[in-house]
């Protein structure tokens, strides 16, 4: 018998990283976050000052750097770049902006591709991204696209930076994610949408709570069915 995977897609903010990794402590899968692997690839670009949208500079940086993912004994998922731990680093407001841009790279994407498909392959998995369900793991038991109205979406990043320790005023955090929605939905290279078959799940309005609870009826009924 195979692995079984649930793969969570939405737009930034839509509260993917948080559910997906209650969703998968729930059902004790393996949670895999595949935005991680696209920042960690943004902060190596930043950090050699190479231009995140020069196609040829990243694919080259790509090649020449040592991007890891590991989960720890707890479960939870590091990223290590040339075998340095920069999980923290990779969640840098900077970082969002850089990984929006390498991403959209084709052989980004199909660089990164491998290291993705054979967690599923090895684990049972909830992994978000944005073409998880349509690129990724298109054969998922279970497919979800998680959305909220962007002024939620950016409320609850104003919150998260606040938290963090690096606040970012509200205006601007709106401003930043409208545009980062426009950048992974408008590219040509596995953009951003619902994929078929997936249940599309809105929590505009409602607690974590609901929203856990929502998801994993759909992911029971699907799943376990
Ligand atoms: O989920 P996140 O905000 O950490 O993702 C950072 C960026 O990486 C996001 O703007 C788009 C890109 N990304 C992607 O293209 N494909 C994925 N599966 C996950 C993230």
Redesign the pocket.
């Known amino acids: 018998m195979g692995f079984k995977s649930i793969a969570i897609?939405g737009p930034?903010g839509a509260g993917?990283?948080t559910l997906a990794r209650q969703v998968a402590a729930a059902l004790g899968y393996l949670y895999v976050?595949?935005?991680?692997?696209?920042?960690t690839l943004?902060l190596a670009a930043l950090r050699h000052g190479v231009d995140p949208q020069d196609g040829a500079a990243v694919v080259a940086l790509l090649q020449g750097c040592a991007i890891d993912l590991r989960h720890g004994g707890d479960g939870v998922q590091h990223m290590y770049l040339d075998g340095e731990d920069v999980s923290e680093a990779i969640r840098r407001p900077e970082i969002?902006d850089y990984?929006?841009k390498v991403?959209?790279i084709p052989e980004v994407?199909s660089g990164l591709m491998e290291m993705q498909r054979s967690l599923a392959q090895q684990h049972n998995v909830v992994m978000?991204?944005?073409?998880?369900g349509t690129v990724?793991l298109p054969n998922a038991d279970v497919k979800i696209f998680l959305t909220a109205s962007p002024e939620e979406r950016a409320r609850r990043r104003f919150e998260e930076l606040v938290q963090r320790g690096t606040p970012q005023p509200y205006e601007e955090v709106l401003r930043d994610l409208k545009e980062?929605d426009a950048?992974?939905t408008g590219r040509a290279a596995?953009p951003?949408r619902r994929a078929e078959g997936a249940v599309e799940v809105d929590t505009t309005g409602c607690s974590l709570e609901e929203s856990l609870e929502r998801l994993l009826t759909v992911v029971r009924t699907g799943v376990m069915a």
């Open positions: 897609d930034a993917k990283s976050d595949t935005g991680a692997i696209y920042r943004g969002s990984s929006s991403s959209a994407r978000d991204g944005r073409d998880i990724v980062r950048k992974d596995a951003l």
